[in-house]
């Protein structure tokens, strides 16, 4: 491995061969293809040479980085403390002059909501298959004093194409170790999805998954946000007060256990929200109860309405003050 100042990279047979914003990597081959493209990073697709095994290279340029610096090292932090099967993970880490390259766990069965509106079939029990892996991941997470600190649909990915494909969590971008130096109290993640202690202010603990958890179960079974507003201080309002509907007709054919399930993790008070591992031993999760009735009309209609990728809110610290 070793920089290459100024060079540009060399296009042989559609691959950049080991040159990436001037870095040479001799255990990579550079695929000249861009996967994505954040606020403050690229991703880009490689080939690791020796076990031809495709990857994402997060490529983060050390500009972006000015101030941030604490920000990075916790999710390297965090990333190197995990591995699970439902968790995107840490491959490698290759530091150069000018960007910091964060080798990932390639998925690349797509996003959460295109899966769903893709299918011609989905029940209660696909929504209950999926937030089951979810929560398994996030109580490894806890369990091992970790909290993602935003969760949402945006951050689930499926491993592959195939129709049993496991869903992934991704983005440790805001996650916090527990017990590492402060009591967590920073209002960050993204309007929506943020428990009520959060936007109260007050220090929170790793409750703040599972009600985002709740938050993804309710739009997984109807295809729409529990709370909503274009000004985010009235939709923060909704939040504190944990006011939200079980709608007609959207909610008819739920059953009385999935909002059972629901309930309990959008409790307000985090005292008594589930944990993961009560909600995992719930009977829509761990029993029978979800239903088979076919709902992909209804739910894929609804999340084409409300979550068109133009109206995707990202992840801020929030900052809000009461009407």
Partial sequence: MAEQGGVEPSVTSGTWRGVING???????????????????????AEEKRTQKLVAVKCIPKKALEGKEN???????????????????????????????????LVSGGELFDRIIEKGFYTEKDASKLIQQILDAVKYLHDMGIVHRDLKPENLLYD?????????????????????????????????????????????????????????????????????????????????????EFDSPYWDDISDSAKDFIVHLMEKD???????????????????????????????AQIKKNFAKSKWKVCVCLSWKPL
């Fill in 71 to 105: 920000s990075i090292e916790n999710e390297i932090a965090v990333l190197h403390k995990i591995k699970h099967a439902n968790i995107v993970s840490l491959e490698e880490i290759f530091d150069s002059k000018s960007h910091l390259y964060l080798v990932m766990q």
């Fill in 160 to 244: 592959s194409m195939e129709d049993d494909s496991k869903i992934m969590i991704s983005d440790f971008g805001l996650s916090k170790i527990e017990g590492s130096g402060s009591v967590m109290s920073t209002a960050c993640g993204t309007p929506g999805y943020v428990a009520p202690e959060v936007l109260a202010q007050k220090p929170y603990s790793k409750a703040v998954d599972c009600w985002s958890i709740g938050v993804i179960a309710y739009i997984l079974l109807c295809g729409y946000p529990p709370f909503y507003d274009e000004n985010d201080a009235k939709l923060f309002e909704q939040i504190l007060k944990a006011e939200y």
């Fill in 270 to 300: 985090p005292n008594i929200r589930y944990t993961c591992e009560q909600a995992l031993q719930h009977p829509w999760i761990a029993g029978d109860t979800a239903l088979d009735k076919n709902i992909h009309e209804s739910v894929s």
């Fill in 23 to 45: 870095f040479r990597c001799d255990c990579l081959t550079f695929v000249l293809c861009l996967c994505s493209r954040g606020a403050f990073s690229e991703v880009v697709l």
